[in-house]
């Protein structure tokens, strides 16, 4: 199997507004470069719904969502959808009886099927704070491998940030971080011998 895909290699970000009832749809998607912009209307889509909506759209499409990003909205919200977002993870503000607390439940045997509840009336902030705790509990293995990439981001000073960031979001999408790194390194062995075959080449002429 190929995990480096090149709709992985382009993930983009969806941007949420609030719309009206004046627009034709009750979501509207459009993209705008290298971002995508959905605008809801609230009377006839939540919040949630909208993101899940076009979220599941674009990724039928075989488009990553890199992160979510709230325009217009609660601070608190936003942060929260961002932060969320980042670890492929649907948010729902929910009135379940059996969450009495900020949790993560995968749904189905696709590990981006997974959803943030959280009960609602429930403080934001404080949701926020527990995410990685809930984040782990759900998904121990790719967790514990997250943490291994932000250490790699500091221990490289910022130089590498952006193939770290392409390696965590493959780990997240596959749920096999051993996949995903021999994959990698097995390209980087590649682009090192065709390096060396250009330098002898050029050496020789």
Known sequence: MTILTSERLFAVSLHLRQGDAQQAKAVMLRRDGDRFIAVYDP??????TAAVLTRALLSSERITIS???LEGHDPDLTA???????LLLDVE???RPRITEPAVRVLSQDPTQATYFIPEDWDLSDALDRLPAAFADARPEVARNLKRIEQAKKDSAGKID?????????VL???DPDGVYDEV???LHQARAEQMTSAAGATAA
């Open 162 to 170: 952006h193939a770290l960031d392409l390696v965590a979001v493959l």
């Open 67 to 69: 992160e979510v990003i």
């Open 93 to 95: 503000i929910t009135t």
């Open 43 to 48: 009377e006839r889509a939540s919040l949630d």
């Open 173 to 175: 999408e596959t749920d």
């Open 80 to 86: 929260l959808y961002r932060a969320a977002s980042k």
């Open 185 to 187: 390194l097995q390209l």
